[in-house]
């Protein structure tokens, strides 16, 4: 095992009402863990590369980040300070947010982040399997699973809550 992001896209209603009351969210995941085929265009998972995405996204370690692109994952707004998703608790953004978001995320290419990939920048970084280029495949996949969350998120209107578990 290990920490994975995971990205939920709700319907701003849904996201108001989590926001008065956050149990809602655990709710809402029960639902969808319960169903037998889980619907991925609710819920996605970035598997472990969250934090060498970020990286290659903005070119900042996670501790030291500042980049606007940051908030695809972290956005410090929190669900419920005191709820624990599995480490610690969820991140949301706005339908609005999640449109500018996209629009800056369609704005990167590949070759931008193949350009940012660099092994020896990232040692320490989570999951720490970078030492050489075969990291790249791995983080470019999971780049292409993020702008597909974000680009359906912002064509149906909806939130995003983000949550590491």
């Known amino acids: 095992m290990g920490i994975i992001a995971n990205l939920l896209r709700v319907s701003g209603e849904e996201l108001e009402e989590i926001l008065k009351d956050s149990s809602k969210i655990n709710q809402k995941l029960e639902d969808i863990y319960e169903q037998e085929e889980i619907d991925r265009n609710v819920i996605r998972d970035l598997d472990k ?80 399997i970078w030492e050489d280029n075969s990291g790249l495949e791995y983080v470019l996949h999971y780049f292409n699973v993020l702008k597909e969350i974000y680009a359906g998120a912002a064509q149906n209107n909806e939130a995003v809550i983000t949550f590491l578990g």
């Open 49 to 128: 590369s969250w934090e060498g995405l970020l990286f290659v996204l903005t070119g900042q370690a996670l501790n030291d980040s500042d980049h606007p692109l940051s908030a695809v994952l972290f956005s410090g707004q929190i669900v419920d300070e005191d709820q624990d998703l599995g480490y610690g608790p969820g991140h949301y953004l706005t339908p609005e947010q999640v449109r500018e978001l996209n629009e800056m995320l369609a704005a990167v290419t590949a070759d931008d982040l193949k350009k940012r990939y660099d092994p020896k920048a990232m040692a320490g970084i989570y999951p720490d």
